[in-house]
């Protein structure tokens, strides 16, 4: 796919005319759509349209206005206009306004193509087609964007502390603010978890919602917060303006976790906006990192705060997995998040993690008897005192003396 605009669209269209390719075109224009000028909402708009192609070949170019033209193979026409006219009722129907679309057989079509792309006057006019039942997805996301844009998220953000246990106490070294998708399906009367892609399209919403509320609302508090954010939130052109309304001192209590599977899938876009977050002054964690993939992540280079591991009840060599996960990021590093059951516990810190998320650590944190000792797990084989080899003597030697939390005050006095 090629993103493109301007010169480069006269470019292409000029090789077409002097070569003509059969090719259909589709030129749907977002200039009536309300909050069509909004990069994310016309990207999704756009994202809809082309899921209708599968696994078509096609070019993609954004153009001024906002406007946008897709050339696919000549035989996924009927496909263009299915989705523009699927796209155009959906949007009619929830009040955005009218989508004008029309669509080109570049074998013969491309000097209308011209014309309508480079009009002295009015937009193009909107094609009929045989209509096509609406996606409940793309339905689903146009209430929920009615009813987010601009909104004030305060009531439905979740607090959920990540602890140190490397101390003789529990600490907080940062607290994770997040918007309950539960809160919000309720208020909408949406399941949003169901579906994948409704799931992210809203995400990404939201992390634009999480900001301005920290900008608004937690200029103030002097918490270490951590945030999820998508690396298209902040390579986004409206990122710096989001980051801008946030206090710089503010901005240096904040972490941004990005996914981990970003980082596979595309991890030039990952170390740019990594580059993005320092530039504006936030720290950077990756986040949702499955366990059986700990001992294979490459870091591209990024050096982040935290890593974020899920905990799974009775997955297989989790201890070993845990522990050398350990010994290569450091125990103020690593942390296991959702724990809720007190195994998850026992096993980290058997393996020498010492920070922890999830309902599990906040219960021990409270408890007033404390974590009962254990003996975390050697990151290397150290020699055999002659007194340890006895298991009854294993059983009553003193516990090791917790880790150094030297790293814990760097990360509490990042403010």
Not at 4 to 12: C, E
Request: aromatic share 6%.
């Amino acid at each position: 796919m090629a993103d493109a605009a301007g010169h480069t669209v006269l470019a292409r269209l000029h090789a077409l005319r002097a070569a003509p390719e059969p090719l259909a075109a589709l030129l749907a224009d977002l200039r009536g759509i309300e909050h069509g000028g909004d990069p994310r909402f016309a990207m999704t708009l756009d994202h809809y349209l082309q899921s209708w192609l599968g696994s078509q070949p096609r070019e993609v170019f954004r153009l001024a206005g906002p406007r946008l033209l897709i050339l696919a193979p000549a035989d996924a026409g009927p496909l263009l206009d299915a989705g523009a006219k699927a796209l155009g009722h959906m949007l009619l129907s929830h009040g955005f306004g009218t989508l004008h679309a029309n669509r080109y057989d570049m074998a013969t079509e491309t000097e209308r193509l011209f014309a309508d792309l480079f009009p002295n006057d009015a937009t193009a006019a909107l094609r009929e087609a045989a209509e096509r039942a609406p996606t409940a997805a793309l339905a689903h996301l146009l209430e929920v964007e009615r009813v987010l844009h601009g909104a004030d998220v305060d009531s439905i953000v979740r607090e959920q502390p990540v602890w140190s246990f490397a101390g003789d106490r529990a600490a907080v070294v940062a607290t994770e603010l997040a918007v309950s998708l539960e809160e919000l399906e309720s208020r909408l009367s949406l399941s949003l978890r169901r579906d994948s892609w409704l799931r992210h399209e809203v995400a990404v919403r939201l992390d634009r919602g999480l900001l301005r509320h920290i900008a608004r609302d937690r200029a103030h508090d002097p918490r270490a917060f951590t945030v999820d954010l998508h690396t298209a939130t902040v390579l986004d052109d409206n990122f710096e303006e989001l980051a801008r309304a946030i206090p710089t001192e503010m901005r240096g209590r904040i972490t941004a976790e990005l996914p981990c599977w970003e980082l596979t899938l595309a991890p030039s876009q990952v170390v740019a906006a990594a580059g993005r977050l320092a530039d504006a002054g936030f720290a950077v964690a990756l986040d949702h990192m499955p366990m059986a993939a700990l001992d294979s992540l490459d870091l591209e280079g990024l050096e982040p705060i935290f890593i974020k591991t899920q905990w799974f009840h009775g997955a297989a060599g989790a201890a070993d997995k845990l522990s050398a996960a350990v010994a290569r990021f450091g125990a103020g590093r690593l942390v296991l998040w959702r724990c809720d059951e007190p195994m998850a516990l026992d096993t980290g810190r058997t393996a020498g993690v010492t920070l922890f998320q999830g309902r599990a650590a906040d219960a021990a944190a409270a408890s007033p008897h404390g974590l009962p000792e254990i003996q975390p797990r050697p990151v290397a084989e150290e020699p055999e005192e002659p007194e340890e080899a006895a298991p009854a003597m294993a059983e009553t030697a003193e516990p090791a003396p917790p880790p150094n939390p030297g790293l814990l005050d760097r990360l509490l006095g990042r403010g």
